[in-house]
């Protein structure tokens, strides 16, 4: 069943077209891929999902519900079900891995300290992370970094989870215990994922359902076992790297 729909989105800036006409739906608690080339559009997409930017035009549906037709408030309400685990991790650099963890809680207002503290340290524990919180961000590996940030995306136990990049700039044992992570937690929390990502062995180990991105629309959706035996020319072309075929520059 769909909980998340895009339906003829357009978003451009200036001249440059970035999406047209981009339509998106996503079933609940799967964890659905978008792979695409660098510049495609594959992060606008995301920023757009979750409220950090507006379409030009279009529809956007989450959990049945025309974003375009709800109050201010309401926004919100849907809003805080949403997790994101951005590229950089974009932990907070003057506060500790503690308060980091801890900060969509302080934001809703409604957790005694008590609390903030047992959630903070299960989702640490969660993602593999134990007696580092009182830590700062500077002390932190790249990988760890991401596994804080992967903490503090789910602390809330929102209902969506949204991955930008989640491997980007990590050596391939890193990125692989980042892809675990990434379905352990779908398993355990039961969210419904997005993933953007160009990382093909990423896809692989995390998606149900895989669409490719470029031309300024989502073009080809399939199960993940699907889209790569595909031998549509446009997933052929990215999965073999080759610079001729119909994904231009």
């Given at each position: 069943?769909?909980?998340?729909?895009?339906?003829?989105?357009?978003?451009?800036?200036?001249?440059k077209?970035?999406?047209?006409?981009?339509?998106?739906?996503?079933?609940?608690?799967?964890?659905?891929?978008?792979?695409?080339?660098?510049?495609?559009?594959k992060?606008?997409?995301?920023?757009?999902?979750?409220?950090l930017?507006?379409?030009?035009?279009?529809?956007?549906?989450?959990?049945?519900?025309?974003?375009?037709?709800?109050?201010?408030?309401q926004?919100?309400?849907?809003?805080?079900?949403?997790?994101?685990?951005?590229?950089?991790?974009?932990?907070?650099?003057?506060?500790?891995?503690?308060?980091?963890?801890?900060?969509?809680?302080?934001?809703?207002?409604?957790?005694?300290?008590?609390?903030?503290?047992?959630?903070?340290?299960?989702?640490?524990?969660?993602?593999g992370?134990?007696?580092?919180?009182?830590?700062?961000?500077?002390?932190?590996?790249g990988?760890?970094?991401?596994?804080?940030?992967?903490?503090?995306?789910?602390?809330?136990r929102?209902?969506?989870?949204?991955?930008?990049?989640?491997?980007?700039?990590?050596?391939?044992?890193?990125?692989?215990?980042?892809?675990l992570?990434?379905?352990?937690?779908?398993?355990?929390?039961?969210?419904?994922?997005?993933?953007?990502?160009?990382?093909?062995?990423?896809?692989?180990?995390?998606?149900?359902?895989?669409?490719?991105?470029?031309?300024?629309?989502?073009?080809?959706?399939?199960?993940?076992?699907?889209?790569?035996?595909?031998?549509?020319?446009?997933?052929?072309q990215?999965?073999?790297?080759?610079?001729?075929?119909?994904?231009?520059?």
């Amino acid at each position: 069943m769909s909980i998340l729909s895009m339906t003829n989105i357009c978003k451009s800036f200036g001249d440059k077209v970035i999406l047209s006409n981009l339509s998106l739906s996503v079933n609940e608690g799967e964890t659905f891929v978008i792979l695409g080339p660098s510049g495609c559009g594959k992060s606008v997409t995301l920023r757009i999902l979750t409220g950090l930017m507006q379409a030009d035009s279009g529809t956007l549906s989450i959990d049945g519900k025309n974003m375009a037709e709800l109050s201010k408030s309401q926004k919100s309400v849907v809003f805080r079900s949403m997790g994101m685990l951005f590229q950089n991790a974009a932990l907070f650099d003057s506060m500790s891995v503690y308060e980091n963890v801890a900060y969509g809680l302080r934001q809703i207002g409604t957790f005694k300290e008590n609390e903030i503290r047992d959630t903070v340290l299960k989702n640490l524990s969660m993602v593999g992370l134990t007696s580092i919180e009182n830590l700062m961000p500077s002390e932190l590996s790249g990988g760890m970094k991401k596994r804080v940030g992967l903490a503090r995306a789910i602390a809330t136990r929102p209902r969506f989870i949204f991955y930008d990049e989640p491997t980007t700039g990590l050596d391939p044992i890193r990125a692989t215990e980042i892809d675990l992570l990434i379905r352990k937690l779908q398993n355990e929390l039961g969210a419904t994922a997005i993933v953007i990502t160009h990382d093909l062995k990423s896809a692989l180990h995390v998606a149900d359902r895989v669409g490719l991105h470029y031309g300024g629309q989502i073009q080809t959706v399939a199960n993940t076992n699907d889209f790569f035996k595909s031998s549509d020319p446009a997933i052929r072309q990215f999965l073999d790297g080759n610079p001729i075929g119909p994904i231009t520059a």
